[in-house]
């Protein structure tokens, strides 16, 4: 049974466009707007309800469930998907949701950190993303993500790869515009994970970055890198007011 999820009324919907920023779903055909709202038609609803067996089931040798610590995620989740990244005290740097996610298994649960783009993994964070549909992003104003965020800004209007291109490149100077038949937006990361037609499944932003790094032939960063953290850092203060959409649809 497909798990519904009602967070957000159309007119509490934190707006598709802020101020210069648009969310990639403005640049989406009419069709594809379409699939990405019904609940039904939106593939990526499938690794929501993977993810909501996953938040009730038990596992590692503290026998604990996500349930177990937040209870509902319907209330427990609600706001998080739109806060982060966030800082970590322990690990005195910030940390994206997929890292915080493993945090509490390995450290609450005493069980193994799921692999990046794992279906777990997706499934868990697309979830709990879900949980904030509709809810604008909004970073927590913490200096200590400042540095990072710096660093992400500077990462986004380097020059890199092969074809020494910026982030900048495509989705600033070119956005709107076309590139072999894709439709450049500007990258806005207010719906990750995303549902991609391109990739068949669901990824996470870190997977676009590295896509993206790839395409310019530029070595990729690991996941979970400082580098990556410090992306997401500036794209979410980039798009800061744009709707949560997990698990958006997008080419």
């Not at 707007?33 to 596992?59: F, K, S, T």
């Not at 291109?165 to 709107?176: M, N, P, R």
């Not at 979970?224 to 649809?249: K, N, Q």
Request: charged share 20%.
């Amino acid at each position: 049974m497909l798990v519904l999820v009602s967070v957000a009324l159309a007119q509490d919907r934190a707006p598709y466009t802020v101020g210069d920023q648009r969310s990639g779903y403005t640049y989406l055909t009419k069709e594809l707007q379409a699939q990405q709202n019904d609940e039904l038609g939106n593939q990526g609803m499938l690794w929501v309800e993977r993810g909501a067996a996953l938040w009730n089931a038990a596992a590692g040798t503290a026998a604990k469930s996500c349930a177990t610590c937040h209870g509902d995620a319907a209330t427990g989740m609600k706001g998080v998907r739109a806060s982060y990244p966030k800082w970590n005290d322990a690990l005195k740097k910030p940390i994206g949701l997929e890292q915080r996610i493993n945090l509490c298994r390995t450290e609450q649960m005493g069980a193994p950190a799921f692999a990046w783009e794992s279906e777990a993994l997706l499934s868990i964070t697309a979830y709990v993303g879900r949980q904030s549909l509709g809810l604008a992003v909004a970073l927590p104003r913490d200096p200590r993500l400042e540095p990072y965020r710096q660093a992400g800004e500077a990462f986004y209007n380097q020059r890199r790869g092969q074809w020494q291109l910026a982030c900048s490149y495509c989705h600033v100077e070119q956005a709107g515009q076309h590139l072999r038949g894709d439709h450049l937006s500007q990258g806005q990361t207010n719906g990750f994970p995303i549902y991609r037609l391109l990739w068949d499944g669901m990824g996470s932003v870190q997977r676009m970055f590295r896509w993206c790094n790839e395409g310019v032939r530029a070595e990729p960063y690991d996941y979970g890198s400082d580098e990556y953290i410090g992306l997401e850092i500036y794209l979410a203060e980039r798009g800061r007011g744009l709707p949560v959409e997990t698990p958006a649809v997008r080419r």
